[in-house]
């Protein structure tokens, strides 16, 4: 979500507003469709937190990610998870 933190707050004001006769729910899947079954094998997978590290690198390289604009971090962590990927060690 991008925007001033006054604009966000405007978004979720008016949002917050609404009624439930209000909101357009046309685009929800039924999910009731997929039956007991389905819900009965559903998994909820949680992702591992992120550890917070120090590491140096060429101030060229973190500066082409910071212009990248927001989340650069994630960013900088997809480049390493897809290099260890194509190394063949999971």
Do not use: C, G
């Given at each position: 979500m991008r925007g001033s933190k006054?604009?966000?707050?405007?978004?979720?004001?008016?949002?917050d507003a609404l009624k439930d006769e209000d909101i357009d729910y046309s685009?929800?899947?039924d999910l009731s469709a997929l039956g007991k079954e389905f819900w009965d094998r559903a998994v909820v997978k949680r992702t591992e937190p992120k550890v917070q590290v120090?590491?140096?690198?060429?101030?060229?390289?973190?500066?082409?990610?910071?212009?990248?604009g927001k989340g650069?971090?994630?960013?900088?962590?997809a480049?390493?998870?897809?290099?260890?990927?194509?190394q063949g060690r999971a």
């Open positions: 006054k604009s966000i707050k405007s978004d979720l004001d008016r949002i685009e929800i899947p120090t590491i140096r690198m060429d101030r060229e390289v973190l500066d082409w990610f910071k212009a990248r650069y971090q994630t960013q900088i962590n480049v390493l998870r897809a290099y260890k990927e194509a």
